[in-house]
């Protein structure tokens, strides 16, 4: 049973340019979460989603940051014209419907240059 | 809105002694807790949960103790050894589905 799986693993990009997160829920889990990481820091949750669905994305910027989770495929997190302060570790968690434990992928570690 | 202090960013232990991991958060009307270990370079990996209307659960080598009364949460694990080594992190729900974190406390297990 296949666990969290998230792509690529490591991403850099140049200041500007756009970077698309991937996740994969675990087999069975419709509810996907998104959370970012400052190096020496806590997960802070960014958003929420079910499937065609965004549920809360309170903890989303305004701006520059989008988040979808399609019928099919992955759950995508968009980061449009990023600038340095982006860097950081994105951590994609599945969860069974609410409420329930959330499984931790190994993180996508955007780096911009 | 919730928050979710832990007491000391780092602790270090000899093998085979008890680690205890203590966490603090602010909403009384928080139900459900988790620990979390995170390895470098790995995403968060579940340990033990409790909801708030039990005060003590019990793993496989982990405690998990919640005291409602002083918002206090505590990881315990007996006999602690080098592959305990990582970040451990208590989690509070906050609402509906969203996860508060603490900042982490890094455990340093010695031979």
């Known amino acids: 049973n296949a666990g969290v799986m998230q792509n690529p693993r490591h991403l850099v990009r140049r200041r500007g340019q756009e970077a698309r997160l991937r996740c994969s829920p675990m087999?069975?889990?419709?509810?996907v979460y998104w959370y970012r990481q400052l190096p020496e820091e806590g997960l802070k949750f960014m958003v929420y989603?079910?499937?065609?669905?965004?549920?809360?994305e309170s903890g989303m910027p305004k701006e520059r940051f989008s988040a979808e989770f399609p019928k099919e495929g992955p759950s995508i997190l968009r980061i449009q014209q990023v600038v340095r302060g982006d860097s950081a570790a994105y951590f994609c968690?599945?969860?069974?419907?609410?409420?329930?434990?959330?499984?931790f992928g190994p993180g996508t570690r955007l780096t911009v240059l | 809105g919730e928050s979710v202090g832990l007491h000391l960013p780092t602790l270090s232990v000899q093998e085979g002694d008890n680690s205890i991991i203590n966490c603090a958060y602010s909403?009384?009307?928080?139900?459900?807790f988790i620990w979390y270990k995170q390895e470098s370079g790995k995403g968060p990996q579940f340990i033990i949960d409790?909801?708030?209307?039990?005060d003590k659960r019990q793993g496989q080598r982990v405690t998990v103790l919640l005291n409602k009364t002083v918002k206090h949460l505590s990881l315990q694990i007996a006999a602690t050894q080098p592959g305990d080594s990582a970040v451990y992190f208590c989690?509070?729900?906050?609402?509906?589905?969203?996860?508060?974190f603490g900042k982490g406390t890094m455990l340093l297990v010695s031979p």
């Open positions: 989690a509070v729900l906050s609402g509906y589905s969203t996860l508060t």
């Open positions: 409790i909801r708030s209307n039990m």
């Open positions: 909403n009384s009307a928080s139900d459900y």
């Open positions: 989603l079910q499937k065609e669905n965004i549920i809360d």
């Open positions: 968690a599945s969860s069974p419907p609410q409420p329930a434990t959330q499984y």
């Open positions: 087999k069975g889990h419709s509810h």
